[in-house]
């Protein structure tokens, strides 16, 4: 078993990983995803308001993200409970902001911001930001 400081350290040095989450009928949904790990130890993803995993977390904020690590026998997996932004309603709005802050943290400098903004609200777009309690 890994200390959870020790995982998120681990995790903070990539930005791949699977999220698992709880079909309705209790099996799991893994989606491939890109997150930004801050320094709090609060995963964000960018995600979108009609997929699974969406409706999975509204339903039941128990997560898991699988972080894989330099071969197919190292890895961790950190445990947490998720949160929902609301949907990005205009390209200025809160969530937008923190989908520009998660694009930032992963990807860098986008070369539109402005279209990337519109993206948001035209995709609508939202932010589920993952807090972990446990780790292996």
Do not use: C
């Not at 079909?23 to 979108?48: C, E, F, H, K, M």
């Amino acid at each position: 078993m890994v200390q959870l400081d020790e995982a998120l350290e681990g995790a903070r040095q990539r930005h791949q990983g699977v999220l698992v989450t709880i079909r309705r009928d209790g099996r799991p949904q893994l989606s491939n995803i890109v997150y930004a790990l801050d320094a709090g130890g609060t995963a964000r993803v960018s995600v979108t308001d009609d997929r699974a995993k969406t409706a999975n977390l509204r339903r039941d904020p128990r997560a898991a993200l699988y972080v894989p690590g330099d071969s197919f026998w190292s890895y961790l997996v950190l445990d947490g409970t998720a949160e929902l932004t609301p949907v990005a309603g205009a390209p200025d709005d809160a969530t937008v902001e923190e989908l520009v802050a998660v694009y930032r943290s992963v990807g860098g400098e986008h070369p539109d911001w402005e279209e990337f903004r519109s993206v948001m609200v035209s995709e609508r777009r939202l932010v589920l930001r993952l807090r972990f309690e446990h780790a292996y």
